[in-house]
């Protein structure tokens, strides 16, 4: 024989907060904020469900990693961040003298 199946959950809202029930006895419902952080926790309750289409090896939603466009946008911000006051100091510098930027 096959084993009966799990209920499955059902997730509702009352405009004030998000609820995912799981039905049986006895019966478990988890309560939310009613944002869409808040859809994304209690979607993350549920085994096998996925967002566009990454699902981990556990079943649940896997966090996705930062677009690489999104690396190089920001790679000079984050040289300009680790250069030490002593090289800005000369690049100010080094600028004022060339009168570059105004």
């Given at each position: 024989?096959?084993?009966?199946?799990q209920p499955y959950p059902v997730i509702y809202q009352d405009g004030s907060?998000?609820?995912?029930?799981?039905?049986?006895?006895?019966?478990?419902?988890?309560?939310?904020?009613?944002?869409?952080?808040?859809?994304?926790?209690?979607?993350?309750?549920?085994?096998?469900?996925?967002?566009?289409?990454?699902?981990?090896?556990?079943?649940?939603?896997?966090?996705?990693?930062?677009?690489?466009?999104?690396?190089?946008?920001?790679?000079?911000?984050?040289?300009?961040?680790?250069?030490?006051?002593?090289?800005?100091?000369?690049?100010?510098?080094?600028?004022?003298?060339?009168?570059?930027?105004?």
């Amino acid at each position: 024989m096959t084993p009966k199946p799990q209920p499955y959950p059902v997730i509702y809202q009352d405009g004030s907060a998000i609820f995912l029930e799981y039905p049986g006895s006895p019966g478990l419902v988890l309560r939310f904020a009613f944002t869409e952080a808040g859809l994304h926790k209690a979607l993350k309750h549920i085994p096998n469900i996925g967002i566009a289409g990454q699902i981990t090896g556990r079943g649940n939603l896997k966090d996705k990693s930062p677009s690489p466009r999104v690396a190089r946008s920001t790679a000079r911000k984050r040289e300009l961040a680790k250069a030490s006051p002593g090289v800005r100091s000369a690049a100010t510098s080094l600028i004022r003298k060339l009168k570059v930027g105004g």
